[in-house]
């Protein structure tokens, strides 16, 4: 199966939480990552959190890590249009390389 | 610079061409790599650099793709005798120090190649 999944849409109201989930399988990985990419641009890095962490917020966003299930989740409060974007979230798998899932197309709506 | 950067941003060439994209990476970043973003597809590991060195080039899809680094620094990915499906966003990135798994990778814009 796949390294790292991730629901491939997801269309909010304006103002409203948003949540992207995401699965991995490597138990080793020590940080995770999330990444933004908005239209013709590269990928930006959001925020990342340590494995012996649980939960790491930085302003409207909130990482929360479930190492026993593999489970990482974004959270992003009062969502706004420019959100609207796509989120990656990323494991490392062995040392050198940085496994990417498909991506989650945020949809903000008014 | 302040990021990474990429050239060309955007790259049209024939089938059967040659073509070289290059990435300059943060200044003072030791780690190179490469990935490929298709259309509808997430991202593909290409290659890694240390360095000058290559230890992990095992996502290079074919002979036709190679790629160098020197001084440390500016790479070029090359691609020979394109191919239609060579078509996608090349991407680089670049992290302080060796291993994804403790020092974040910073992404250029990449570069979008088309084979027509």
């Known amino acids: 199966g796949e390294d790292v999944e991730q629901s491939l849409f997801l269309s909010v109201r304006e103002g409203d939480s948003s949540v992207i989930n995401c699965t991995y399988t490597d138990s080793s990985s020590t940080y995770l990552y999330w990444y933004k990419q908005e239209p013709g641009a590269g990928l930006q890095l959001l925020t990342y959190?340590?494995?012996?962490?649980d939960m790491k917020q930085d302003q409207r966003l909130t990482v929360l890590l479930n190492k026993k299930d593999k489970h990482l989740s974004l959270r992003i409060a009062d969502t706004q249009t420019g959100d609207s974007a796509i989120y990656f979230c990323?494991?490392?798998?062995?040392?050198?390389?940085?496994?990417f899932g498909a991506g989650t197309r945020l949809a903000v709506h008014p | 610079g302040a990021g990474v950067s990429q050239s060309p941003s955007n790259k049209v060439t024939e089938k059967g061409k040659d073509v070289e994209l290059r990435c300059d990476p943060i200044?003072?970043?030791?780690?190179l790599y490469w990935y490929r973003q298709s259309l509808g597809q997430g991202l593909e590991f290409l290659i890694y650099?240390?360095?000058?060195?290559?230890?992990?080039k095992s996502g290079l899809p074919s002979d036709r793709f190679s790629a160098e680094r020197t001084g440390g620094s500016v790479s070029t990915l090359t691609i020979q005798r394109t191919q239609q499906e060579d078509s996608a966003v090349y991407l680089c990135a670049s992290s302080l120090v060796e291993g994804a798994d403790n020092s974040p990778l910073h992404f250029g814009n990449g570069t979008r190649l088309t084979v027509t």
């Open positions: 990323a494991a490392p798998r062995g040392y050198n390389k940085l496994i």
């Open positions: 650099f240390q360095g000058n060195s290559a230890p992990d």
């Open positions: 959190i340590f494995s012996n962490m």
């Open positions: 200044s003072g970043h030791t780690a």
